[in-house]
């Protein structure tokens, strides 16, 4: 998903619980698509940062809401970017 989706539109919990499900399913299976495995390590372990000990992949949620805050930001503080003074 572009982040120009994400740092505009508030995601619903569904779309991202989705995503999720198929980022887990990636994750789980590798390259075999029929595989039946169970998860080698906890989602939430693996939204960790690698410092402390997780493999790094960002939470959409997180990521969601802080692309937003960026976006009403820029708006905000009137910067000098073709949208904003467009809008």
């Known amino acids: 998903m572009p ?17 999720n499900k198929l980022r887990k399913l990636c994750l789980r299976r590798g390259a075999d698509v029929n595989a039946k495995q169970k998860p080698k390590a906890a989602w939430t372990m693996v939204c960790k940062a690698k410092d402390e000990g997780g493999l790094g992949v960002i939470d959409l949620k997180t990521l969601n809401e802080a692309l937003l805050i960026k976006f009403l930001h820029k708006f905000f503080n009137k910067e000098d970017i073709p949208w904003v003074s467009l809008v």
């Open 3 to 19: 982040t120009f989706c994400m740092s505009t539109f508030l995601l619903h919990q569904t779309v991202i619980e989705h995503i």
